[in-house]
């Protein structure tokens, strides 16, 4: 099982990974690791951020039970970050370890819009 390189906890929502496809299990972690190179500099490290940060918000806001107004404007959070990065969907994740991630977060995003749609 996949296991964060610093604390040894299985990975959950908030994983990340750094450059060099190092498993993370938080932001926390990440930042403690003494061997982490310096992805700022990486191309896709701010879209990446960007994603992660859409994915993780709107699983947060997700509530199945929520209103129809809810369901609206989580849904409209989703197309507009899939928009956003539909560039990164076009490589399909095949460009290092940013791209897959991203490329996973989108579909992950996908694949909640499509579950909002049924659920309310
Ligand atoms: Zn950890």
């Keep these: 099982?996949?296991?964060c390189n610093v604390c040894k906890n299985p990975p959950a929502l908030e994983r990340?990974?750094?450059n060099e496809g190092l498993v993370f299990c938080s932001d926390g972690c990440y930042e403690t690791f003494d061997g982490s190179p310096h992805?700022?500099?990486h191309p896709y490290?701010?879209?990446y951020d960007a994603v992660r940060w859409a994915f993780i918000s709107c699983l947060n806001t997700y509530a199945p039970a929520g209103s129809k107004e809810e369901k609206r404007v989580l849904q409209e959070r989703?197309?507009?970050a899939l928009e956003?990065?539909?560039d990164y969907e076009g490589l399909g994740g095949e460009d290092g370890v940013f791209s897959r991630e991203i490329y996973q977060y989108l579909m992950g995003l996908e694949e909640l819009w499509d579950e909002i749609d049924l659920v309310w």
Excluded: P
């Design 39 to 41: 992805d700022h500099g």
């Design 84 to 86: 956003e990065f539909a």
């Design 16 to 18: 990340r990974v750094n």
């Design 78 to 80: 989703i197309e507009a």
């Design 1 to 3: 099982m996949e296991r």
């Design 45 to 47: 490290i701010d879209a």
